[in-house]
C-alpha cells in the first residue's frame, strides 16, 4: 500500500502546478506571459495552416471542425497502414495491413482508444507508428481538451463569457495552444527520461542475436520507441509499442520507469480538473467533482491491489504459500504496481498496461470492468470530465424534480430537448456494449474465446467495454483480429468517442441561447455537498442498473467458483 | 426529436459565416501536424536520445569480450541446460518478435496443467518439492521476455549451477548477490542472463 499512497501523492503534487499552468497557458480569454514565449510559434502555424484565429465559431461549427478533422486523420492513418509495405522507414519490410485491421487500427486511434488487433513490433512500419500513430497520439487527447475549453467558456464561466457573436473558440486554436504548450513540452521532456532508462530511440531496424544457450537466433525489434511510449501515457491513448505494451522491458525496463509511466497516464486527467476550476471560476464545484472522483478512484484501485496480492487459484499447492498473484505480471514490478497501473490506466481511459488483465484474478477483473463502466474517474483527457457534466445535468434534472422546482443547470432551463440527448448519450453505453456483447455470444463462433466459462463471457464483455469507453486495454487472449471484432469495435469505439463528448457541448450552445433565471433561495445549489453527492449517487445507480447483471455472469462466477 | 430537426436546429448553415474554415483548412492543419508530431518530434527525441545515451537508445545490447553482441540487457533468453539459471515460463518460448503473455485466466485448466508440468520439472532438477516453489518460477510474464527472476528462485537453482560446474556454492551465491537489484524502486530481482553471462565468463 506505501507505493500506492506515495503514487496518489505524486500525482497531487505534480497535478496542481500542471493544473494552475494549464489553467493559465490555455484561457484564450486572457492574455498572460506564456502567449509571449509560444504565441509567434503559433502564430507562424496557424498561418501556414490558413486558420484566421481571431475567429471565434459557433459551437455548432466547432463540432462541425471536430467531425471534419477527425475524417481526415482516419483517412491519413488508413492509407499509411495499408500501404507501409510500399512507404519509406520501414526496415523490417513490414507488409501493408489487410483493410479492415487497418479501418479498425484508424477509428482506435482516433477516437483516443488505442484498442489494437494487431502486434505492433510485427506488424506496424516505423512510418506507421509515428506519422499515423504519433499524430493522433497528440491531436485526440488536445480534442477532448479543446471540447472541454468550449464547453467551460459557455456553461461554467463565471460571469458568463460575454462573446457577442455566440462563439464558444476556435477549434484549431485550441488544439494548437494545447499542443504546443502541454503535450509537446512534457512528451519531450517524459521520452527523454525514458531513453535514459533503456526505451530504445532509434532508425536502425530488429537485431538479430544468438542466444547463450543453445545458440538460436534472439530477434530483438527496436525503433523510436521513446517518443512514442511519452505521449502514448501521457494522452491517455495507451496504445504501444510492443504488442504487450509496457510489460515488454523495451518499453518500460525499471522501477523508475514504471514510475514516471504511471505518474503520466494519470497526470493531465486530473490536472485538467484544476485548469478547468482556473478558467471557470468554479473552484467549490470543481474540488467537489475531484473529491467524488478520487474516492471512486480509490475505492477499485484497493479492490484491485487487494484481489493481485492473494494467490492465483491455479496454482494452489504448487508455489509457495500466499504468493501474490503473478501470472502475466513483470517480476521487477510485482503485485501492488501491475495493480495500481491496472486502475489508473481503465480509469483514465488510457488503456496502456505492465501486466495481462486476461490474467488478472476475477475481483480484479470487476474493479477494471467497474473503472470503464464509470469512466469518469478523472477520465480521458477533457472527456473524463465531460462525461461527470453529463452526469451532473442529469442529476441536476433529478435534484430539481426533488426540490419541486423547473428544472435547470447553471441558472437555465433544462426541457426536453436538452434531456432526449442527455438521455441518449447515457443509455448508448448499455445499449451498445451489452446489445453487441449479447450477440457476438449468441454465436460462439465469433467470439474467439480463448479462455472457457464465466471468463470468456468476461472477455466478450472487457473487448466491448474498453472500446465504448476508448480505453483500449483488453483480456488480450481474446481472438480478436477478424472482420467481425474489427467492424463491431468501430461501432462502440465511435459511438462511444463522440456522442458523450458532443452531446454536452450542443447542450452547452443551447443553453448559452437561453434566459438566465433569477436565482432565489429554492434554487438548486450546484456547489453544495448535497448536489456533488448526489451526482455521485447517479453514476453508481446508473452503472450499477446497466450491468450488475452482466458483472454477476462474469468476474463474480468466476470468483464463486474459484472461492476455496 | 427526429435526426433532420436535430440537424435543423444546429444550424449547420451558419458554419460558413462563423469562419470556422472549410475542409481546405482542416486538410492543411492535418498535414502540417503529421509533419511536426508525426516525423520531427521522434527524430528531436531520437537525436537527442543518441548524443545522450546511445547504449539505451540502440536496445541495451551486450557485447562479449570479443565484441559480439550477445543480446540485451533488458531481453530474457531462454535456458535448459543445467549449467545455467533458469527464468521464468515463457508463453513466446523468449521470441523477442513475438513478445506475449499467456493470458491464461486463473479459471482455466490450462494454467494449472502448464504449473504441474513445470512444477514437476523444477522438482526433478532442482529437488524443490511442490509448495515450496517461488512463484515466479511458475508464472509466465506479461512480455514473455521477462529478463528477471526474484532472489529467491535463483536461490535455489544455486546449490545445482555449483555441483554442475564444480564450483564453492558461496561463489555463486556471491555472484548472484552481484547481478542482484534491490535498491530500484520495483521489486528485488536478479537478471539472469547477466548472471549466466557471469558464469560464462563473458560479461
Known amino acids: ?564 | 426529436m427526429s435526426f433532420a430537426s436535430f440537424l435543423n436546429s444546429t444550424r449547420l448553415g451558419s458554419a460558413r459565416r462563423d469562419n470556422a474554415g472549410g475542409a481546405a483548412t482542416a486538410l492543411r492543419f492535418t498535414l502540417l501536424m503529421a509533419g511536426l508530431l508525426g516525423l520531427l518530434y521522434p527524430l528531436v527525441v531520437v537525436g537527442l536520445g543518441q548524443l545522450a545515451f546511445p547504449h539505451q537508445a540502440n536496445g541495451s545490447l551486450l557485447s562479449d569480450r570479443e565484441g559480439r553482441v550477445v543480446g540485451s540487457a533488458l531481453i530474457g533468453q531462454r535456458f535448459t541446460g543445467d549449467r545455467y539459471f533458469q527464468g521464468r515460463p515463457s508463453a513466446v518460448d523468449y521470441a523477442a518478435d513475438a513478445v506475449a503473455g499467456s493470458n491464461l485466466a486463473p479459471s482455466n485448466p490450462a494454467l494449472r496443467q502448464r504449473a504441474e508440468a513445470d512444477a514437476r520439472r523444477i522438482t526433478a532438477r532442482d529437488g524443490v518439492p511442490p509448495g515450496r516453489i517461488p512463484a515466479d518460477l511458475l508464472t509466465a510474464s506479461g512480455s514473455g521476455v521477462d529478463p528477471h527472476i526474484s532472489p529467491e528462485a535463483a536461490a535455489i537453482q544455486v546449490a545445482r549451477i555449483a555441483r554442475v560446474r564444480g564450483l564453492a556454492p558461496s561463489a555463486v551465491t556471491a555472484l548472484v548477490e552481484r547481478y542482484s537489484d534491490r535498491g530500484d524502486l520495483g521489486e528485488p530481482r536478479v537478471n539472469v542472463l547477466a548472471l549466466n553471462l557471469a558464469l560464462d565468463g563473458r560479461e
Request: hydrophobic share 50%; glycine share 12%.
Open chain 1, 1 to 564: 500500500m506505501n507505493a500506492m499512497m506515495l503514487c496518489y501523492a505524486l500525482l497531487i503534487g505534480l497535478a496542481l502546478p500542471l493544473g494552475l499552468y494549464m489553467g493559465r497557458a490555455l484561457d484564450t480569454d486572457r492574455p498572460s506571459v506564456m502567449d509571449r514565449l509560444f504565441g509567434p510559434v503559433e502564430s507562424v502555424l496557424m498561418r501556414l495552416a490558413g486558420v484566421d484565429r481571431r475567429a471565434s465559431m459557433s459551437w455548432s461549427a466547432y463540432l462541425l471542425a471536430v467531425l471534419k478533422l477527425h475524417l481526415l486523420l482516419v483517412a491519413l492513418a488508413w492509407l499509411v497502414f495499408m500501404g507501409q509495405g510500399f512507404l519509406p522507414l520501414n526496415p523490417d519490410g513490414i507488409p501493408g495491413m489487410n483493410w479492415d485491421t487497418a479501418l479498425h487500427t484508424a477509428v482506435s486511434f482516433a477516437t483516443n482508444t488505442n484498442q489494437q488487433h494487431y502486434s505492433g513490433q510485427a506488424q506496424l512500419s516505423y512510418l506507421s507508428q509515428t506519422l499515423a500513430i504519433v499524430t493522433l497520439q497528440f491531436l485526440t487527447p488536445a480534442t477532448g481538451l479543446a471540447v472541454l475549453l468550449a464547453i467551460t467558456r459557455t456553461l461554467l464561466r463565471r460571469p458568463a463569457a460575454t462573446d457577442a457573436g455566440g462563439g464558444v473558440g476556435n477549434y484549431y486554436v485550441d488544439l494548437t495552444r494545447i499542443v504546443m504548450r502541454v503535450l509537446l513540452p512534457l512528451s519531450l521532456v517524459v521520452a527523454l527520461i525514458l531513453v535514459w532508462q533503456g526505451v530504445p530511440a532509434t532508425y536502425q531496424g530488429a537485431e538479430r542475436v544468438m542466444m547463450l544457450d543453445g545458440g538460436a537466433t534472439q530477434v530483438i525489434p527496436r525503433g523510436p520507441v521513446a517518443p512514442m511510449v511519452a505521449i502514448k501515457q501521457l494522452g491517455t491513448n495507451g496504445g504501444g509499442w510492443y504488442g504487450p505494451n509496457s510489460t515488454v522491458p523495451l518499453e518500460n525496463p525499471t522501477g523508475l520507469s514504471n514510475l514516471i509511466e504511471t505518474i503520466a497516464l494519470m497526470l493531465i486527467p486530473v490536472a485538467s480538473l484544476i485548469a478547468v476550476g482556473v478558467i471557470s471560476g468554479r473552484r467549490r464545484l470543481m474540488m467537489g467533482i475531484g473529491a467524488v472522483m478520487i474516492a471512486f478512484s480509490l475505492i477499485t484501485t484497493s479492490l484491485i491491489v487487494v484481489s493481485e496480492r492473494l494467490p492465483n487459484a491455479a496454482l494452489a499447492g504448487l508455489v509457495v504459500a500466499d504468493s501474490p498473484n503473478l501470472e502475466g505480471k513483470e517480476l521487477r514490478f510485482g503485485s501492488d504496481l501491475s495493480a495500481l497501473w491496472g486502475s489508473w490506466t481503465t480509469q483514465t481511459s488510457n488503456g496502456s498496461v505492465n501486466a495481462m488483465h486476461d490474467s488478472f484474478n476475477p475481483l480484479g477483473g470487476l474493479g477494471l470492468l467497474m473503472d470503464m463502466f464509470v469512466n469518469v474517474t478523472f477520465g480521458g483527457i477533457g472527456v473524463g470530465l465531460i462525461g461527470y457534466l453529463l452526469y451532473l445535468m442529469l442529476a441536476a434534472f433529478i435534484g430539481s424534480l426533488m426540490i419541486g422546482r423547473a428544472p435547470e443547470l447553471f441558472g437555465k432551463p433544462l426541457e426536453t430537448r436538452e434531456m432526449r440527448w442527455i438521455s441518449l448519450a447515457i443509455l448508448a453505453q448499455p445499449l451498445i456494449i451489452l446489445g453487441l456483447s449479447a450477440i457476438t455470444v449468441t454465436f460462439p463462433g465469433l467470439t474467439g474465446n480463448s479462455n472457457p466459462g464465466f471468463h470468456g463471457l468476461s472477455q466478450v464483455l472487457y473487448e466491448f467495454t474498453s472500446a465504448f469507453a476508448n480505453n483500449g486495454s483488453g483480456f488480450e487472449g481474446l481472438g480478436d483480429a477478424t472482420p467481425w471484432w474489427n467492424l463491431t469495435c468501430v461501432v462502440a469505439l465511435a459511438v462511444g468517442r463522440f456522442l458523450p463528448m458532443l452531446v454536452p457541448l450542443a447542450v452547452a450552445g443551447w443553453l448559452a441561447g437561453k434566459r438566465t433565471a433569477p436565482q432565489g433561495r429554492g434554487s438548486l445549489v450546484m456547489e453544495s455537498g448535497a448536489f456533488v453527492g448526489l451526482s455521485a449517487g447517479v453514476i453508481v445507480i446508473v452503472n450499477l442498473l446497466g450491468f450488475l447483471p452482466a458483472l454477476v455472469l462474469g468476474p463474480i462466477a468466476e470468483q464463486l467458483v474459484l472461492a476455496p
